[in-house]
């Protein structure tokens, strides 16, 4: 079953979570009595990912520079993730604002070519020998290494993603 | 896109993260990207490639994670924090690159992948397979449903600006926005040549 041509904004509108409540309550209720209007659905909503993609991938491009102008993706002294506020005395100088920030992992230098010694540009607290043996960045840790928000982020404002 | 000094601050869990990950919040993808970049470009610049390989390989899988979480297709794993999926996810698709033809007859490749039977990363790697195959099928069909696709989808025209671009009528551009991603479709679920 093709969706017809009427049926699409509304459909897209919901994959999009656009949908009011109401309209989202009632077509779910439609694709629960039709099959065929689910596999329908199912199979638009496969076509409707794949194009978002491109979308998001630009996202990420100017995620990825924003990110570096702030030193967030530097080789050098990078805080990657919060931990215990009583673990850290001082500030972060690559964070001054963020009080309770602690380098968790360290890398030195710029990053070498596949020839080079993998292990050798590692410092501290991250695997030396993150190769294709090693499936996951960095050891897991439970979540309260994390760091409590401090108060000053709530005044953060909300970013929305690229679709809204 | 102006982002906190520590995008993770109002992140302290997995949990809460996710919930950030849904609401397309940029200060959850900022500190995902972060905590995962550094130990992928590595990765990357051990197994082959180099650090322009790894941004286009992070932003293509990060992207891909993204439409994931959005959709509903990935739920958080109670077994695997977000970070270590999004690493294990990534690295298996460079694996996958390496092995494609493009780097087949260069270099041998020698991988070890670690899964269990419950690997969140799978469903990742079908729904890649997916976004992969919708879009080398757009790259096949003709020039006009390239573009209006393009506009429509990706560039997220309105259609009558489409039907300016495109010379056509509002209802024209309506009609071919709906053919052209039928056709898309029919293509993908193997149900129709190219027209």
């Given at each position: 079953m093709?969706?017809?041509?009427?049926?699409?904004?509304r459909?897209e509108a919901?994959l999009?979570?656009t949908?009011?409540?109401?309209?989202?309550r009632q077509?779910?209720?439609e694709l629960?009595?039709?099959p065929?209007?689910q596999q329908a659905v199912?199979?638009?909503?496969?076509i409707w990912e794949?194009?978002q993609?491109p979308v998001?991938?630009?996202?990420?491009?100017?995620m990825?520079?924003?990110l570096?102008?702030?030193?967030?993706l530097?080789?050098?002294?990078?805080?990657v993730?919060?931990?215990?506020?009583?673990?850290?005395?001082?500030?972060?100088?690559?964070?001054?604002?963020a009080?309770?920030?602690?380098p968790?992992?360290?890398?030195t230098?710029?990053p070498?070519?596949?020839s080079?010694d993998?292990t050798?540009h590692?410092e501290?607290?991250?695997?030396?020998d993150l190769?294709v043996h090693h499936p996951s960045?960095?050891p897991d840790?439970q979540?309260d290494?994390?760091?409590?928000?401090?108060?000053?982020?709530?005044s953060?404002p909300?970013f929305?993603?690229?679709?809204? | 896109m102006i982002?906190?000094?520590?995008?993770c601050?109002a992140?302290p869990t997995?949990?809460?993260?996710f919930a950030g990950?849904?609401?397309?919040?940029?200060?959850a993808?900022?500190?995902?990207?972060?905590?995962t970049?550094?130990?992928?470009?590595?990765?990357?610049?051990?197994n082959?490639?180099s650090?322009e390989?790894?941004q286009?390989?992070?932003?293509?899988?990060?992207?891909e994670?993204?439409?994931?979480?959005?959709s509903?297709?990935?739920q958080?794993?109670?077994s695997a924090?977000?970070?270590?999926?999004?690493?294990?996810f990534?690295k298996?698709k460079?694996?996958?690159?390496?092995?494609?033809a493009?780097?087949?007859h260069?270099?041998?490749?020698?991988?070890?992948?670690d899964?269990?039977?419950?690997d969140?990363?799978d469903a990742?790697?079908?729904?890649?397979e997916n976004?992969s195959?919708v879009n080398?099928l757009?790259?096949?069909m003709?020039?006009?449903?390239?573009r209006?696709?393009d506009l429509?989808?990706?560039q997220?025209k309105?259609?009558?600006?489409?039907?300016?671009?495109?010379?056509?009528?509002?209802q024209?551009?309506r009609?071919?926005r709906?053919e052209?991603t039928?056709?898309?479709?029919?293509l993908?679920?193997?149900?129709?040549?190219l027209?």
């Amino acid at each position: 079953m093709a969706l017809t041509e009427s049926e699409y904004d509304r459909i897209e509108a919901y994959l999009e979570g656009t949908l009011s409540p109401d309209e989202q309550r009632q077509l779910e209720a439609e694709l629960a009595a039709d099959p065929d209007l689910q596999q329908a659905v199912d199979e638009h909503r496969v076509i409707w990912e794949g194009l978002q993609v491109p979308v998001a991938v630009e996202y990420f491009q100017e995620m990825h520079g924003q990110l570096e102008e702030q030193g967030l993706l530097e080789f050098d002294d990078l805080w990657v993730e919060a931990v215990e506020p009583s673990h850290s005395s001082s500030e972060h100088p690559a964070h001054p604002h963020a009080e309770h920030d602690e380098p968790e992992v360290f890398v030195t230098s710029e990053p070498k070519t596949a020839s080079d010694d993998p292990t050798s540009h590692i410092e501290v607290a991250v695997q030396d020998d993150l190769d294709v043996h090693h499936p996951s960045p960095e050891p897991d840790h439970q979540p309260d290494d994390w760091d409590t928000p401090p108060e000053s982020d709530n005044s953060d404002p909300h970013f929305n993603g690229p679709d809204e | 896109m102006i982002l906190p000094p520590n995008p993770c601050s109002a992140f302290p869990t997995d949990e809460l993260l996710f919930a950030g990950l849904k609401n397309s919040d940029d200060r959850a993808y900022a500190c995902l990207y972060a905590q995962t970049f550094r130990s992928f470009a590595h990765y990357v610049q051990t197994n082959q490639g180099s650090m322009e390989h790894a941004q286009d390989a992070f932003q293509q899988g990060m992207a891909e994670f993204y439409v994931a979480v959005k959709s509903g297709r990935y739920q958080l794993s109670p077994s695997a924090r977000l970070k270590s999926v999004l690493f294990e996810f990534c690295k298996r698709k460079w694996i996958n690159e390496l092995q494609s033809a493009r780097h087949r007859h260069t270099q041998p490749l020698d991988v070890y992948v670690d899964r269990s039977d419950d690997d969140p990363t799978d469903a990742l790697m079908t729904f890649s397979e997916n976004v992969s195959k919708v879009n080398q099928l757009l790259q096949r069909m003709g020039e006009n449903c390239q573009r209006v696709i393009d506009l429509f989808y990706i560039q997220g025209k309105p259609l009558v600006e489409i039907a300016h671009i495109m010379n056509y009528t509002p209802q024209t551009a309506r009609t071919k926005r709906y053919e052209c991603t039928e056709q898309l479709k029919k293509l993908f679920w193997g149900r129709g040549p190219l027209n």
